[in-house]
């Protein structure tokens, strides 16, 4: 949250917040956070608590894109959503 002034925020080069909405139009979005990565010229991309941050096509399509995901690798991710694996 931006307005908590939280340390990860203050130390950032730049923040994109991604406009609220239902979940195909904001956080949950992976095409859109990737493609607003992209415009921004975006060295890495940290998604936050949450909807896109557990999910593994986000790290996934950023390593396509060559950015770096702040996070858990899409194998870390779908090993921990496999309660039979993890």
Do not use: T
Not at 37 to 53: I, R, T
């Amino acid at each position: 949250d931006v307005s908590a002034n939280a340390e990860y925020v203050r130390m950032s080069d730049h923040m994109v917040p991604v406009q609220g909405g239902s979940n195909k139009n904001n956080y949950a979005n992976v095409r859109l956070i990737a493609e607003i990565a992209v415009e921004n010229v975006c060295d890495g991309v940290w998604a936050g608590w949450g909807h896109a941050s557990e999910n593994p096509q986000l790290p996934r399509r950023l390593r396509e894109l060559g950015i770096a995901f702040l996070g858990p690798g899409p194998e870390a991710m779908y090993a921990l959503g496999d309660k039979i694996a993890s």
